[in-house]
């Protein structure tokens, strides 16, 4: 995607205020980098805190559902003995009935 001022990928902003505009290029100067840099440096940073900030939130609501749903995950370590008991149970009353009727189709 060539444009007319062949390979340039310079970044093009035009700023409305002149004292914003020389802010910038202050802030940039100190920091020994290029205005086009510093901008996107800054827009990377900010980009990657909302990125941090949607995945902190993530978690957050993580760790405040997985009480409530612990006892669904079989998988979780935390060992809910009445409702295993109550699994086992079920399982051996389905084997049963499963028996009882492979014995009277027969």
Do not use: C, W
Request: proline letters at 2%.
């Amino acid at each position: 995607m060539a444009d007319d001022k062949g390979s340039s990928k310079a970044l093009n902003l035009r700023f409305k205020d002149p004292q914003q505009h020389q802010a910038i290029t202050d802030a940039a100067r100190a920091a020994g980098v290029s205005v086009q840099d510093y901008i996107l440096e800054a827009a990377l940073r900010r980009a990657l805190a909302v990125q941090d900030a949607f995945v902190q939130a993530a978690l957050d609501a993580h760790r405040a559902t997985a009480d409530a749903f612990a006892d669904l995950d079989p998988q979780d370590g935390r060992a809910d003995t009445g409702l295993r008991d109550g699994e086992r149970a079920a399982a051996h009353e389905l084997a049963a009935e499963k028996d009882r009727y492979r014995g009277s189709a027969a």
